[in-house]
């Protein structure tokens, strides 16, 4: 069956960098485009990054452009989200979502989640 | 950016009675509009999708309706397992955006 496995959360000081994974299992994963979609603690739920099936299409919340990188491993059904220079308001718990496969940008599988936590 | 506006915050209902929930766009989304159920602790999970077609496996009491900027999602008998917080979120414009949620619980 449809498995996304996010790894990679933690306790992080502001100013440093961490690399978010999620590994896909039970479909074509190189077929979907897949997106990272935040929520803060006790918030609403934020689209922050979308990749393109092949990886040659990237695009960014302007909240967090120029800071986080969306990326991904068709050999290894691995998704990833590299976040530079992390603030407090960075704090959430960070999801990996498959688009649909007909390429409309709804999600039809959502992983677990990995929490993230930037503090001092 | 589209703002989506949900309403209420928090709806409470009554088991077995109809739930409506709201969701409204700053700007048309014609019908590109999905719903998404999230129970504490648990990702969210889709409900609906072009504003009006059930998601695999979602039970028939969930429906949706509306297009272009007015969008309501109906349980028409409530379940206790229903009680979640409920977003919609569009996908004709960039960004992508969320609503804000409204919260379901029991009355």
């Known amino acids: 069956q449809v498995q996304l496995v996010e790894s990679g959360g933690g306790v992080v000081q502001p100013g440093r960098s961490l690399r978010l994974s999620c590994g896909a299992t039970?479909?074509?994963?190189?077929?979907?485009?897949f997106v990272w979609v935040r929520q803060a603690p006790g918030k609403g739920l934020e689209w922050v990054a979308i990749?393109?099936?092949?990886?040659?299409?990237?695009y960014y919340a302007d909240s967090v452009k120029g800071r986080l990188t969306i990326s991904r491993d068709n050999s290894r059904n691995t998704l990833y989200l590299q976040v530079n220079s992390l603030r407090v308001e960075d704090t959430a718990v960070y999801f990996c979502?498959?688009?649909?496969?007909?390429?409309?940008?709804?999600?039809?599988?959502w992983g677990q989640g990995t929490l993230v936590t930037v503090s001092s | 950016e589209t703002v989506m506006t949900q309403s209420p915050a928090t709806l409470s209902v009554s088991p077995g009675e109809r739930a409506t929930l709201s969701c409204r766009a700053s700007?048309?989304?014609?019908?590109?509009l999905a719903w998404y159920q999230q129970k504490p602790g648990q990702a969210p999970r889709l409900l609906i999708y072009?504003?009006?077609t059930r998601a695999t496996g979602i039970p028939a009491r969930f429906s949706g309706s509306g297009s272009g900027t007015d969008f309501t999602l109906t349980i028409s008998s409530l379940q206790s397992e229903d009680i979640a917080v409920y977003y919609c979120q569009q996908y004709q414009n960039w960004p992508l955006t969320f609503g804000g949620g409204t919260k379901v619980e029991i009355k």
């Open positions: 979502a498959r688009e649909d496969r007909d390429g409309y940008e709804f999600f039809d599988y």
């Open positions: 700007q048309t989304v014609a019908s590109s």
């Open positions: 072009g504003a009006s």
């Open positions: 990749i393109s099936k092949d990886g040659s299409h990237k």
């Open positions: 039970g479909f074509s994963f190189s077929a979907y485009s």
